[in-house]
Each structure stands twice: as C-alpha cells, then as structure tokens.
C-alpha cells in the first residue's frame, strides 16, 4: 500500500483497541456498513455516520486496496423498539400516511441517494435490500433452528440467547454481561411468545392486518431486523470480511446479535473489525428521527432553520463533521458551524491561491515531504480526520506566506503539495470546491445583507411594491429570500 510504508491501524470495538489492519485477502477489503431505514428522510445525524464511513472507504482505495463496499436499504423488519415489540417502522409509516409500503420505501430511498449525491458520498458497490433477500434469511434462519440455537413459537422464530452463550461469548462486542441483560430485561408478562426476554426474533408472525408479510416454513411473516444484515453481508463478502460499520447506537443489539447469528451459521463474528461511527447531538441529545431532535440536510442546505442564522454548503457541513474524529460525540450548533465555514473558506481560499502560484524559487521553506508523511500518519492512525485537517492547516499558513512573499517554494515542491492537498482535501475527505473564494463570499453577502435591510425598511414603511420588486428581481436571478425567521435571510440556489 502507498501511505508512505506506514502500518494502518483501525479502532475494533470487538477488542478495544486499536489494531494494525490486516485484510483477509491480500490488497482487498470487503466493507459492510449498516445503511439507513427508509421510513422518513435522512438527518444530519445519519449523514455523519455515513460520511465517517465514506471517508474510510475513500481513504482504502487511495492508499491502493480494491474495496467492495456493500451498504444495505433496510426496508423491513426495523421495530419500533429494540425489544421486538410495535409496528414496522416502515408499515406504520404507510398505515399512517395512507400508501403503500413500498411507495415510503421508493420515496426515502430517493431522499436518501438525493442527499447522499449532494453531500458527494461515494455510493456504495452494492446495495441490497433486506425485502430482496428474504429467501437468504429464511435459509440462515433454518440453519440456526438446524443447529438448536433458535425456537418455533406460534409462527415466530427467535433465537435462544441463554443457550448460546453456555458455548459462546454473548456481550463480545457491547461488553454487556449476559446475567446483567437477565438481570435488567423488562419482564414479558405473556405479551411475548419469547422463551426468555433477552432472545431475539429471526423470524415473526404476522398479524392478519400486518401490511408487509412472505411465505415461510414458519407461515407468513417478516424477518428480524438483525438477520437481514447477517444474510447480505454474508452473501455479498463472504463468512468472514474485513470490516463491518455503523452508528455506535447499532452495537447493541443490532450488531452483537449480528455476531451471534454468525456465530452459529458460519463459525466467524462476521467480520475482524468492527467499527462503529459517534453520534452527531443537537442540544447535547442524540439526534434521532423518531424523537424530533433533528435538523433535515434540506433545512441547513436550502431552507434555512430556526436554530441557524444562515444556510451552509454542503462542503463546509461535511468540514464541519470532520474536524471531529468519527469516534467522538460532535454537537451541531449555529456557532460551530459558523467557525467550520471560516475554516473551510479559509482552506479554498488557500488552495485557490496555491495553483494560482507562477513564482518558484529554487529552494522552499517548507519541508513537503515530511508533511506529507504526517497528513498519512493522521489517516493511518484511525482515520484521524481532525488531525489531518491541522496539518492541512500548516500547509495554509505557508501558501499564505508565500503568497506575501513571506517566503518561497520551488516548483517541484509545488507541484507536490498541490496534488497531495488536492488528494486529501477532494478525494480523501470528499469535499467540494466552493465556487467563490472568501473573499468573492464575503463581498457578495455584504452587498446582499445591505438589500435586505432596504427591504426590510420598504416593508415597515409600507411600500410593498419596492419590497416585492426587490424580492421578485433577486428571485429572477436565483436569490430567494426566506421570511420564515424573525430576520430575514436568503437562499441562493
Ligand atoms: P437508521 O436509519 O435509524 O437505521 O440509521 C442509519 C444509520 O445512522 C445507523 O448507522 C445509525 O447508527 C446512524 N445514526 C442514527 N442517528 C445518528 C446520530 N444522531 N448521529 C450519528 N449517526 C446516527
Ligand atoms: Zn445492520
């Protein structure tokens, strides 16, 4: 690999520690990332995880491995809550806004790549769906009931946690202690045909009027949420791949169920690394759609939202995100994303200025060399992005002495440190170049600023014909202006 012979080391949850990246096949990488529940649009928060995990796949092919990234659509089978009890996610959904269930699917699936292509995530290699592999869990499943690690109830599979782990480590990854689960389970009171309260369904029942429902062994039914991922994951990568991902809410249960599962279908926990992405908050609580504590792309993107003064591009949300490591809580706030911008304009704006560059010395004073070693020892230290983004920053402070003519670079080093910055900036983290330099933006948004307070001046004083002809002719040049807050503010398509 090319990141300056340099050992990779990746955080496993499974052991704590950071480990040094070993693939199961040589220069290969199979990656599976749990993908979003198509029930309602992504938010920030989703988009965090998955950008954390863009950015490990982006930075596995620079440094040279040929990587198969499978990340699924979970269109079935996601509870309400963990415990195997409420609606479908995706059939409430339908029941409530009266459609059917695959037209929520189409429609947040279609939400999801929108926003996924704007915030210029690479898509995955594959990715399935949970309803396009019933037939592969329905097999898992009967291997499990095969091997007596699983109980037919009534119509419903679940698997038998209690007499799995008298010959397995159930709590290997959440380091939960099983007589602790036992201890803490909410009692089922016969509202479960579980044998015991801590087992997971495969496999349930559904209930005449329950909307989404295949043909089994069983009966009719729908699969458990954990045995879809089991089953893609193993199809597309194999019984044992490199890494498997996702938000570290999904460690348990979803994830140490995962394991188990693969435990006794394939002998393996699925995957040698198991990596799990922090949460993005929004007043210190996890953003989250089912409990309203989230900002949507679209609101921070276009529209604007009572919790910011401005919109902000997509790039500098993304910078934004990775000025954090990804195993680090990161609150959103107007102030942080504020900051972010600065950084990020700052960032262009230097890049900008590099390749404008036509004057070369014959030395510089800037060892680039030794800067990029460090850029790489930041990536392969866990994909540290926040240190990354530092010595990038080392590298802007330098461009901008140049430019004073504070001090010099020869050409070669130039050429060097533009496309070393270039890679790390566009294809490693992915971000985008903004059209405008800072200096460009910040004359633009003076000039803008100062027609808003005309209109908001035209307003009070009633003369709505100037107030509206302001707004119709910014209109006509692509510039709305939003009333929705207690100022006024725009939006620039
Ligand atoms: P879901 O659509 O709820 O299944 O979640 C899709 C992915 O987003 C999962 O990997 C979650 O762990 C992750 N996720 C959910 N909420 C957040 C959050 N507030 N911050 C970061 N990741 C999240
Ligand atoms: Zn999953």
């Not at 089922?188 to 005449?208: I, R, T």
Request: proline letters at 3%; charged letters at 25%; one cysteine or more.
């Amino acid at each position: 690999m090319q990141s300056v012979n340099q050992v990779l080391k990746i955080y496993n949850s499974i052991s704590g520690k950071k480990e040094t990246f070993n693939t199961v096949t040589k220069d290969n990488v199979g990656m599976y990332v749990c993908g979003p529940t198509v029930y309602s649009n992504v938010h920030l928060g989703n988009l965090r995880t998955f950008t954390s995990f863009d950015v490990i796949y982006r930075y596995l092919n620079h440094i040279g491995y040929k990587v198969r990234y499978v990340r699924n659509i979970t269109d079935v089978g996601h509870l309400e809550n963990d415990e195997d009890v409420g609606e479908d996610r995706i059939s409430k959904k339908a029941r409530v806004e009266n459609l059917e269930p695959m037209e929520v699917v189409q429609k947040y699936t279609y939400d999801f790549h929108e926003t996924a292509r704007k915030f210029n995530l690479s898509p995955p290699n594959i990715e399935p769906t949970a309803t396009g592999h019933i037939s592969d869990q329905i097999k898992l499943i009967e291997k499990i009931i095969d091997k007596e690690m699983a109980y037919i109830v009534n119509g419903s599979v679940y698997f038998d946690v209690l007499k799995y782990s008298k010959s397995n480590n159930y709590g290997i990854l959440s380091k939960r202690n099983l007589d602790d689960l036992i201890h803490n389970s909410r009692s089922l009171e016969g509202k479960s045909d579980k044998k015991n309260p801590q087992d997971f369904a495969l496999w349930k029942k559904a209930q005449p009027k329950h909307i989404m429902k295949w043909n089994s062994p069983w009966g009719n039914g729908f699969p458990g949420w954990h045995i879809e991922c089991t089953a893609m994951s193993n199809k597309y990568l194999g019984d044992i791949f490199d890494i498997h991902g996702g938000g570290i809410d999904l460690k348990f249960p979803h994830h140490e169920c995962e394991i188990a599962q693969s435990n006794v279908c394939f002998g393996t926990n699925a995957a040698n690394y198991w990596v799990h992405a922090n949460m993005l908050t929004l007043n210190g609580q996890k953003m989250s759609k089912s409990t309203d504590n989230n900002i949507l792309p679209d609101e921070i993107f276009v529209k604007g939202s009572p919790l910011l003064s401005k919109t902000f591009s997509e790039s500098c949300v993304k910078f934004f995100m990775l000025q954090a490591h990804y195993r680090s809580v990161l609150d959103l706030s107007n102030d942080a994303l504020l900051a972010a911008e600065k950084g990020y304009n700052k960032l262009m704006d230097a890049i900008n200025i590099l390749e404008g560059l036509k004057d070369f010395s014959e030395n510089s004073d800037f060892n680039i060399m030794e800067w990029i070693k460090n850029c790489y020892k930041a990536m392969n230290d866990d994909f540290n992005t926040p240190i990354l983004i530092a010595n990038l920053f080392d590298a802007v402070k330098f461009i901008n002495k140049v430019n004073q003519e504070k001090a010099s670079i020869s050409k070669k080093d130039w050429e060097v440190l533009l496309s070393s910055i270039n890679s790390f900036v566009f294809k490693v983290m992915g971000l985008q170049k903004s059209k405008l330099t800072n200096n460009d933006n910040s004359k633009i948004n003076d000039v803008l600023d100062i027609l808003l307070e005309l209109r908001d001046d035209a307003r009070k004083n009633k003369n709505y014909e100037l107030s509206d002809r302001i707004r119709d002719m910014l209109k006509n040049k692509g510039i709305s202006i939003n009333d929705s807050n207690k100022d006024s503010s725009f939006i620039i398509d």
